[in-house]
Nanobody, 121 residues
């Protein structure tokens, strides 16, 4: 099996920064796209940022210029650097990865358990 474990969430004042990390472990042959999604109370889960194995990125308009996504393929890790945080960024942030499993050679979609980010005004 495959596990995604996020870290780095917390409480921060508006204008502050946080860096989220997500490590994938388990029976991994390779990882294609990795990404971050978020879900605020009463709202649907939405894409924040995605990154391909080659490093191409896609960011939501609401975070462009403030957030940066990166990855370390050797460590099966994806990062989300969040700067100039706003109260509307408050949400549970979920890591997502498209993993090709060892011995199975099939891509599966995995989610982390989520990490809370709270931005106070």
């Amino acid at each position: 099996q495959v596990q995604l474990v996020e870290s780095g969430g917390g409480l921060v004042q508006a204008g502050g920064s946080l860096r989220l990390s997500c490590v994938a472990s388990g029976s991994i042959l390779s990882i294609n796209d990795m990404g971050w999604y978020r879900q605020a109370p009463g709202k649907q889960r939405e894409l924040v940022a995605r990154i391909t194995s080659g490093g191409s990125t896609n960011l939501a308009d609401s975070v462009k210029g403030r957030f940066t996504i990166s990855r370390d393929n050797a460590k099966n890790t994806v990062y989300l650097q969040m700067n100039s945080l706003k109260p509307e960024d408050t949400a549970v942030y979920y890591c997502n990865a498209a993993v090709v499993r060892r011995y199975v050679y099939t891509e599966y979609n995995y989610w982390g358990q989520g990490t809370q980010v709270t931005v106070s005004s």
